[in-house]
């Protein structure tokens, strides 16, 4: 298991880009499957974009092509850059493994607004 702290977050117009990243702590980084997860009020928590101990991505449709996520094993990060953002995008944004492992942490914000 990992523990993971995610941090990038804040408010952006329309159209504009983030990038995530999520520190991670203990050798569990190198072997397990990762992932960036999101949760807008009053919905549940959905799976955004995985990524494998390998490097195969995938993504949910409503950010392929929009979103890249990315994991340098050296410095336990994974990364999620976010483009072309839209409104539906503000969500409360966590990492984790795949499938799920430990706690979750507090998450960071992502506000898309004008």
């Known amino acids: 298991q990992v523990q993971l702290v995610e941090s990038g977050g804040g408010l952006v117009q329309p159209g504009g880009s983030l990038r995530l990243s999520c520190a991670a702590s203990g050798r569990s980084f190198t072997i397990y499957n990762l992932g960036w997860y999101r949760q807008a009020p009053g919905k549940e928590r959905e799976s955004v974009a995985t990524i494998t101990s390998g490097g195969n991505t995938n993504y949910a449709d409503s950010v392929k092509g929009r979103f890249t996520i990315s994991r340098d094993n050296v410095k336990k990060t994974v990364y999620l850059q976010m483009n072309r953002l839209r409104p539906e995008d503000t969500a409360v944004y966590f990492c984790?493994?795949?499938?799920?492992?430990?706690?979750w942490g507090q998450g960071t914000q992502v506000t898309v607004s004008s």
């Open positions: 984790n493994a795949v499938p799920v492992l430990g706690p």
